[in-house]
């Protein structure tokens, strides 16, 4: 394990590049109209459905149903519909804070067991069922079991001493000092209109390790640290990546800024990018996505995808000493 502060740097040139070619296009509609934002269920469950999923996605590379072409977050989006639409006692919070972290463990296991297995592919279950009986006791304890509770009392605010970011600090699968599971819990929220942001200049763009390797790859991060630029190329693992997702999250912003899109919205972009046109094969280097049909196109109308929609900027494209750069690895609940 490699523990060092390495310097990093963010590049405003190619975030402005990006920028630019983000301007470009348009977000799908019909995205944001897909079952799990737009299920049947009473505002308190879908706010309770988004905060439970939300609270244990992290390191899901493991996390797959091959038979239905799901993977990672589509695959706990599907299982998490299961358990409110079934109804199971994980939808309760008083329920759960009843439970051993056995029993929640097997419970949450039995909804991601693709066919013709016997075995579940949510791995960690020890951890997320622990952070699961964490934000059922604290939700009840500082909210009276109700999501929408919460909500009420952050009025509209991200920020402040009293915004949504502030309130969801109680929780330990909402611990991450850079935001990351809050900002999505908040993007999906929003996306749900189930809460509207008053103030948008306080949001923080959400940042997973998809989203850094690209980052990294089109140079909008830049890593000036030579043994921590060894770490990325050969996927050793560090102690933490603060520096890096500190970076990343600015970066972030600033080509949503040139493109004039929503700070959130960078998330159905380089998210969808990085989990499908650039990751272990980029397209840029093999002429095709990692996913079929490419996770970019279910964001972005994307008639014809024969290149990464970044070539132009990217300096991966041209460079294997871009392209070769890998995300940070590091253990870690909060992404």
Not at 120 to 135: G, I, V
Not at 187 to 203: I, M, P, Q
Request: hydrophobic content about 40%.
């Amino acid at each position: 394990m490699t523990e060092f502060s390495a310097p990093v740097g963010v590049n405003q040139e190619q975030c402005h590049g990006l920028g630019r070619v983000l301007a470009k296009y348009s977000f799908r509609e019909d995205f944001y109209h897909r079952p799990f934002l737009s299920v049947n269920l009473d505002a308190e469950a879908k706010s309770r459905l988004y905060f439970f999923s939300v609270g244990i996605c992290h390191q899901t590379w493991n996390l797959a149903n091959p038979a239905a072409n799901l993977y990672g977050w589509d695959y706990l989006e599907e299982g998490f519909l299961q358990v409110f639409n079934k109804s199971s006692w994980l939808a309760d919070p008083f329920a759960v804070s009843k439970v051993s972290l056995f029993d929640i463990a097997n419970e949450l296991a039995t909804y991601f067991v693709p066919p013709l297995s016997s075995v579940s592919s949510l791995d960690r279950l020890e951890e997320r069922s622990r952070l699961y009986f964490d934000m059922a006791e604290k939700l009840i304890n500082n909210f009276d079991g109700s999501v929408l509770q919460l909500l009420h009392q952050a009025e509209g605010k991200a920020g402040g001493s009293t915004g949504i970011y502030k309130l969801l600090e109680v929780f330990e699968a909402y611990s991450d000092p850079l935001r990351k599971k809050s900002s999505f819990f908040l993007k999906l929220l929003s996306d749900a209109h189930l809460f509207f942001v008053k103030d948008t200049e306080n949001l923080i763009p959400v940042m997973d390790y998809h989203m850094q390797r690209v980052l990294l790859r089109t140079g909008s991060v830049e890593v000036y640290d030579s043994e921590l630029r060894k770490a990325l190329l050969f996927r050793q693992e560090l102690f933490d990546d603060f520096s890096i997702r500190e970076a990343c999250l600015k970066a972030s912003s600033l080509i949503a800024a040139h493109a004039g899109k929503g700070v959130l919205q960078m998330n159905d972009v380089l998210y969808m990018l990085g989990r499908s046109c650039c990751l272990d094969h980029p397209l840029c280097a093999s002429g095709r996505c990692a996913k079929q049909p490419c996770s970019l196109t279910r964001t972005l109308f994307l008639d014809h995808h024969p290149k990464c929609i970044f070539t132009e900027v990217c300096k991966g494209a041209h460079s294997s000493k871009y392209r070769r750069l890998w995300n940070p690895v590091v253990k870690t609940h909060y992404y």
